[in-house]
């Protein structure tokens, strides 16, 4: 008995002895770190700032990706993808710091949690939150399906029904943390990225009213021109594009129904090669507005007639802004602001450090005030796209005046030490009023020379292509600050120009 | 024992001491305070974050992905078409492995913001009910609407009450723009598009004069709709952007 008390006291002297004898280590080794610390789980105890330097560049700081997955499917993301970069100064002194500040009690429970091997600290940098955010949302739209309601087989025998299926969402909060929390030691297996199942349940009983419709709507093809050139929705075009929505009854807004719908993503898709042949012989922006009324207009109504989409006449190209020094071209949004996707591309013109023109709707800018007063502030040009989005040519002489002038005065409002100089008509619209009256208000009638069609929501791959191909010095760019596929390739459009050799600036 | 056990009391008193007071504690704590200032994440996100203006996640209409997840959805039985959201078994991320440390855990700004930018995306999709998130004012004034509308006895009455619904229509419409209120603005706009219907269906059965009187109003109200719905297609989900070109679509039909 005791023997055993003294190998107990003995146990207990050496713990306090080992015990003191790492406190005094931790004090009087002040510019090291703590014995035992250690960082994303390996072992950085007792290091100097050089030592940590180096362990952090070999071990953490490799060019390792992230890789996530979901249903087998792979998303990697790359450190440079969000412009992850570690804060060496932040990370040091931090680790160094560890269990030296504070009371007392603190450091003495830091000192001892680190000894025993539970303090794990986490490395300190930054990520591009335009990036992260373009990012996630990427990844979120390849992932999440929304809940399908039921309906007729579109695709098959109209009388068969499909039923409901439920949807997947990713919960972003999450993945923006798992992103953030493990970009810089990515583990070997991929994470999975959280999901919800999102499930509706339907009584669908007015799906015969659906077949009805669509029985009737999709009979007779429908069939437009511009440019001279015709372009037919056929019977098999447009029940390709058929889908089912919900949407709040509007004789009893407590009540959802189902309606019939067009895929307007689809329909996009479809719309683009004839808008490149549009525009390949009118040298203006083909007018997709005006072309998805005329097509939504005749659906919706059951009528059929051969529609005509007016479009810009073409004039000779101006280019402003020419320089002589290095290369240059210019990145134009046209028909901001919006409070959706301009902020995110202001953003990323911010972290790229790049200044564009942003032709801007003058009734979007009064709606919008903070957004066209942000995008001023970030030292981008703004200039004239008619107050409602309206094709000149249609309008009187005095309806065009009032687009463009009211529109030059409600931006020069914004403006304090510049007034508005350009002047870009929606879809390229001229006519010789829009010409005398841009002179007359001091504006320089201004297009672009590489369409990219954005508007058809192209994939990044084509839309970057669209942007970055055959440019040549001084080539303007027309891009649009209200579709996610613009977000999502402008930082890849802006790293590629650059890459060319050319330089990124606005047009003055 | 007793000089042993007061020499080791000593020794930690002296050792503990020393380590709580440790000579460069005040040039660490500088640092550390000048680092946290001008370093992270924290810095980009205030210059990112919406203005008081435009934060979209302040605005009533606009509630986050979560809550539209768990939003229930009361039946109705007197609806047509019952719709039903449940989230089964959100996938549980407890792994501290996946937790961020630190600094990162302060990107609630970027949070906010990308779920504004999904739920936007995901409108489409219909996760929740969407009559539940309907300004009550409009109900009402939708429910007001169709008893005057349902007491209206002949075309003509019909037909004129429709013209001033639709231009008042086109106020609300605006002003759902200026709040960001899409929910209401979608549901307004599907709303004028059902006006137009009724209102060339009323008109069809009006005597000829008065029928060219009406049509001249419709002309009038679709031009009004042209003006505010074109630039409106530019600035919201695109939900809304489809509900939006129907109406402006029927309007494009009627003045064709």
Not at chain 1, 229 to 240: A, G, N, R, V
Not at chain 1, 251 to 274: G, M, R
Not at chain 1, 346 to 363: N, Q
Not at chain 1, 370 to 377: A, F, H, M, N, P
């Amino acid at each position: 008995m005791k023997g055993y008390k003294i190998v107990l006291f003995g146990i207990l002297i050496f713990l306090f002895l080992l015990e003191d004898s790492v406190l005094l280590y931790n004090r009087f080794q002040a510019n090291r770190t703590i014995l035992g610390l250690k960082i994303n789980n390996l072992g950085v105890s007792g290091m100097t700032k050089d030592q940590l330097t180096q362990f952090i560049k070999n071990k953490l700081d490799a060019n390792l990706s992230l890789k996530l997955s979901y249903k087998g499917h792979i998303h990697t993301i790359y450190k440079e993808d969000i412009n992850a970069v570690i804060d060496y100064q932040k990370t040091l002194d931090q680790f160094v710091n560890e269990g030296k500040e504070g009371n007392f009690i603190s450091n003495i429970v830091s000192q001892n949690k680190a000894f025993f091997g539970f303090d794990n600290l986490s490395i300190k940098g930054r990520v591009s939150k335009p990036l992260l955010t373009v990012k996630v949302l990427d990844i979120a739209d390849q992932v999440n399906q929304p809940p399908q309601p039921p309906s007729p087989n579109f695709s098959g025998d109209f009388s068969q029904t499909i039923p409901s299926k439920s949807g997947v969402k990713v919960n972003i909060t999450k993945l923006t943390q798992i992103i953030i929390g493990n970009i810089f030691t990515p583990p070997q297996n991929p994470i999975e990225i959280p999901t919800q199942t999102v499930v509706k349940h339907y009584n669908a009983n007015n799906l015969d009213l659906i077949r009805k419709q669509a029985e009737e709507y999709i009979t007779e093809p429908i069939s437009i021109s511009s440019g001279g050139i015709p372009f037919t929705l056929t019977h098999q075009d447009l029940k390709s594009l058929l889908i089912v929505n919900e949407q709040i009854d509007s004789t009893n807004p407590k009540k959802s129904i189902l309606a019939l719908a067009l895929d307007h993503k689809k329909l996009a898709q479809k719309l683009d090669s004839f808008a490149k042949k549009v525009e390949s012989l009118t040298a203006s922006e083909f007018n997709h507005h005006d072309t998805f009324a005329a097509i939504y207009g005749q659906f919706y109504t059951d009528t059929r007639r051969v529609v005509d989409i007016p479009i810009g006449t073409k004039r000779a190209q101006q280019v402003l802004g020419a320089s002589t020094g290095p290369k240059a071209v210019y990145l134009t949004f046209d028909d901001g602001p919006n409070i959706v996707y301009h902020p995110i591309l202001l953003d990323i013109l911010k972290e790229k450090g790049v200044k564009a023109t942003f032709y801007l709707v003058g009734s979007n800018s009064k709606l919008y005030k903070s957004t066209t007063e942000r995008t001023i502030k970030d030292g981008h040009e703004i200039a004239d796209h008619s107050l409602t989005h309206a094709f000149l040519p249609k309008l009187l002489p005095n309806q065009i005046y009032d687009e463009m002038k009211s529109t030059k005065d409600i931006l020069n409002s914004f403006l304090t030490d510049k007034k508005i100089t350009l002047f870009r008509p929606p879809y390229g619209g001229i006519n010789n009023y829009v010409y005398e009256y841009a002179r007359s208000l001091g504006l320089a009638v201004n297009y672009w020379t590489v369409d990219t069609r954005d508007w058809t929501e192209p994939s990044t791959d084509v839309l970057v292509q669209r942007a970055t191909s055959n440019i040549k010095n001084n080539d303007i760019i027309l891009l649009h600050s209200n579709h996610f596929a613009t977000v999502k390739a402008l930082p890849l459009i802006i790293d590629k120009l650059r890459a060319q050799g050319f330089e990124l600036k606005t047009q003055q | 024992m007793g000089y042993v056990i007061t020499i080791i009391i000593a020794i930690e008193v002296i050792t503990g001491a020393l380590s709580a007071f440790p000579p460069k504690v005040r040039y660490y704590r500088e640092v550390n305070n000048k680092t946290n200032n001008v370093l992270g994440v924290e810095s980009d996100q205030t210059d990112a974050t919406p203005t008081p203006e435009e934060q979209p996640t302040q605005t009533p209409d606009n509630p986050t992905p979560d809550n539209q997840d768990n939003n229930p959805v009361t039946p109705d039985t007197s609806q047509t078409i019952t719709s039903e959201t449940t989230v089964e078994t959100p996938l549980d991320q407890q792994n501290s492995a996946l937790q961020p440390q630190g600094q990162y855990s302060s990107s609630e700004g970027l949070n906010s913001n990308v779920q504004f930018l999904d739920s936007m995306a995901f409108s489409a999709s219909s996760t929740s009910n969407p009559a539940e998130t309907l300004d009550p004012k409009t109900v009402e004034a939708t429910m007001h609407e169709d008893q005057q509308l349902a007491a209206a006895k002949s075309p003509e009455d019909q037909a004129n009450l429709l013209v001033q619904f639709e231009t008042k229509n086109l106020q609300t419409i605006n002003s759902n723009f200026s709040t960001n209120q899409f929910d209401d603005l979608q549901f307004n706009t599907e709303r004028l598009s059902r006006q137009i219907d009724k209102t060339i269906e009323a008109i069809q059965d009006l005597p000829v004069d008065k029928s060219k009187l009406f049509r001249d109003k419709m002309s009038e109200v679709c031009k009004s709709a042209e003006y505010m719905l074109r630039p409106g297609e530019l600035v919201v989900p695109e939900a809304v952007e489809q509900t939006m070109l129907i109406t402006r679509g029927k309007c494009f039909n009627f003045q064709q």
